[in-house]
């Protein structure tokens, strides 16, 4: 019998082992750092926005197999979309991988690939991995300067 735990996890080590839209951002014009202190990730994240809508995205750095599969669904997610659409997904992931009770299926379908890393809010210290990364490019949105902390 297949388990949905095992496709989960197929997209992780998926996304860590071969990140999507990893590197330099040619003509980037947002960007933004993150740091996570607990574990040592580090990314940048870089986007072009052109008229509200993010025409691309990528990121950069070292991390741990959460942290990096997340930067990477990330990146997937978010091309094409508007910066309010993008700052809303961010919300909803973060709540995906913070609130206490279990999302629904709607939610889970709504959130594609992204719930992939839903089991990570059983483990409080791998949520930073996950929401480094997006964090980081709520910064990149908002234009923040200072690196994110994840502490």
């Keep these: 019998m297949f ?3 095992d496709l989960y996890q197929e997209v992780i080590i998926d996304h860590s082992k071969r990140p999507r839209h990893f590197g330099k951002l040619a003509g980037q014009n947002r960007e933004a750092e993150g740091y996570n202190p607990l574990c040592g990730d580090r990314l940048t994240v870089e986007l072009i926005v052109e008229d509200g809508i993010v025409k691309d995205a990528a990121f950069e750095g070292a991390g741990c197999a959460i942290s990096t599969a997340s930067a990477s669904l990330m990146t997937d997610m978010v091309r094409g979309k508007t910066e309010a659409e993008a700052q ?5 992931f973060q709540s995906l991988v913070t609130r206490n009770d279990p999302p629904t299926e709607d939610e889970l379908l709504e959130l594609e690939k992204l719930a992939a890393l839903a089991g990570v809010r059983a483990f409080p210290s791998r949520v930073k991995c996950a929401t480094l990364a997006w964090h980081t490019l ?3 949105l908002d234009r923040r300067n200072a690196p994110v902390k994840t502490e």
């Design 3 to 5: 388990d949905l735990k």
């Design 88 to 92: 809303a997904l961010f919300r909803q």
């Design 138 to 140: 709520s910064a990149a």
